[in-house]
């Protein structure tokens, strides 16, 4: 079946400008995350969603970031007002059976480039 | 605070050599404790987990790990390594407290394999 997919997978924008990414979990997880990898840095867990529902956006690195998740599957991370540092590579992972340590799968990534 | 060390930010050896990634956890119960690994182009892939029960565990791809209370380490480890591991490698700790989680990860060791 079908991998976890992420959209767009580059996107390049300008300091100051709203940027929306899109996750599309493995059909049927009802788990899904989001991390930021920035360069020579290890994965930085942001967010998580239990079916619609994110019980702790603690993670989130300021107030600028927003997620939300529709339908208990696709999910899509916000960025207003970007910055130099959000650019990173935003990942975002699915797992089955809920949140409790299980398995994550992976999708591919958007790399994000703010000019 | 909870954090996961990997003290080797590159590590190169010969194909056919032993290989072993350290880790080291700061956590106050018993963690989930996983290694995944992210090959040039490709996205992250579980290469095992450990959650209890046997303290040596087994993955994918020859590689195991072994949890070390006393030591609080989850080294990873492979007898023979071949050309096509060379990836970097993540530790992560799956933390859940009170209805919330998280999922600490490393900042990577970089392998090299040489011909």
């Known amino acids: 079946g079908a991998g976890v997919s992420q959209s767009p997978s580059n996107k390049v924008t300008e300091k100051g400008k709203d940027v929306e990414l899109r996750c599309d979990p493995i059909s049927g997880h009802t788990a899904l995350y989001w991390y930021r990898q920035s360069l020579g840095q290890g994965l930085e867990f942001l967010i998580y969603f239990q079916g619609n529902s994110a019980p702790d956006k603690s993670g989130l690195p300021s107030d600028r970031f927003s997620a939300e998740r529709t339908g208990g599957s696709v999910s899509t991370l916000t960025i207003q007002r970007t910055q130099q540092e959000d650019s990173a590579v935003y990942l975002c992972?699915?797992?089955?059976?809920?949140?409790?340590?299980?398995?994550?799968?992976f999708g591919p990534g958007t790399r994000l480039t703010v000019t | 605070a909870q954090s996961v060390t990997q003290p080797d930010i590159h590590i190169t050896v010969s194909e056919g050599a032993s290989l072993e990634l350290r880790c080291n956890y700061s956590?106050?119960?018993?963690?989930?404790l996983f290694w995944y690994v992210q090959s040039p182009g490709q996205g992250l892939q579980l290469l095992l987990k450990?959650?209890?029960?046997?303290?040596l565990v087994q993955g994918i791809k020859g590689f195991e790990a072994e949890f070390k209370r006393s030591q609080s380490s989850f080294n990873l480890r492979k007898p023979s390594v071949h050309w096509s591991d060379a990836a970097e490698y993540f530790c992560?700790?799956?933390?859940?407290?009170?209805?919330?989680?998280?999922?600490?990860f490393g900042t990577g060791t970089r392998l090299k394999v040489l011909a």
């Open positions: 992560a700790v799956f933390k859940g407290t009170s209805g919330t989680y998280k999922y600490i």
């Open positions: 992972a699915s797992s089955a059976g809920g949140v409790w340590g299980g398995e994550q799968y």
């Open positions: 450990y959650f209890s029960g046997d303290t």
């Open positions: 956590y106050g119960a018993t963690p989930y």
